[in-house]
């Protein structure tokens, strides 16, 4: 029994009429929702502001490179991690030039997609094909920067939600720097100036043609590929560098 504002008794609705009241478990379920909401939104939110400020710094470490060391440290593995960084400017041309050719050959003229690489992959699953990588080189960066390397659907819509930022913000240098100097290139291995000495015993600016499209031709699986078991890879990355008049 209740009162309504001019002082009249009211009969509140009783039985089957009356509005059931949101159970506990439901109002908890909706509670953590929001949480969880908040908490994907102010990551979102983080890794923008991350982005302003790796236009001028270099990341001190990314998400792929603490997953590295979380495996690491599982498994009591004797891991060591070893990170170069070297300035865009200090590379030859022929340096991102063929990582772009193996990668994303038409990387300086999309903004952030490859619409057509997107439509051959969605058409390989409409044929029952086995679908080929379509992702960019800022995808894959934010990938590394912000994320792992496992197949989760989150970590997916993150590197698609990121990409327009990171191309406004960065520019295609940047991005090609960053990417350069913070992916994966062997069991350990960060970075071109790193990989180049692992590889090849040089430093990243002595790099040759063959030889930056031989550390190019690892990108896909850095862990399981080397310069020696890739010979192929190189080739067609050379003949695409030719092609493309690089």
């Known amino acids: ?20 009241e949101p159970s506990r478990a439901r109002r908890m379920a909706a509670r953590a929702g929001k949480v969880v909401l908040a908490l994907l939104v102010g ?40 990170k170069r960084v070297v300035s865009y400017e200090r590379l030859p041309r022929h340096v991102p030039r063929a990582v772009m050719a193996a990668e994303d ?8 997609f490859d619409l057509k690489e997107m439509r051959h992959a969605g058409s390989a699953v409409f044929d029952g094909e086995m679908p080929r990588g379509a992702s960019t080189i800022t995808q894959q960066l934010m990938k590394n920067l912000f994320g792992c390397t496992c197949r989760n659907p989150v970590r997916k819509v993150y590197d698609f939600a990121l990409t327009p930022p990171a191309e406004l913000i960065l520019g295609k240098q940047r991005i090609l720097e960053l990417y350069l100097n913070n992916v994966e290139w ?35 699986n850095p ?5 020696d078991n890739t010979p ?13 008049g690089w």
């Not at 050959?105 to 952030?112: A, K, N, P, V």
């Not at 862990?223 to 310069?227: D, G, L, M, S, Y």
């Not at 192929?232 to 493309?244: F, Q, S, T």
Request: proline share 6%; charged share 25%.
């Open 1 to 20: 029994m209740s009162y309504d504002l001019i002082g009249i008794r009211v009969q509140q609705p009783t039985g089957p009429e009356a509005a059931p």
């Open 43 to 82: 990551y979102y939110v983080l890794c923008v502001v991350l982005l302003v400020i790796y236009r001028f710094a270099n990341p001190p470490i990314t998400g792929v490179q603490l997953e590295r060391r979380i495996e690491a440290m599982l498994s009591d593995d004797d891991y060591r991690m070893r």
């Open 105 to 112: 050959g038409r990387f300086l003229t999309h903004w952030g």
């Open 186 to 220: 062997g069991r350990g291995i960060f970075g071109i100036e790193a990989a180049a000495r692992h590889h090849y015993g040089t430093s990243a600016r002595r790099l040759s043609r063959a030889q930056a499209a031989g550390l190019a031709a690892l990108l896909p």
């Open 223 to 227: 862990r399981k590929r080397t310069p």
């Open 232 to 244: 192929e890879y190189r080739g067609e990355i050379l003949r695409r560098m030719a092609h493309r």
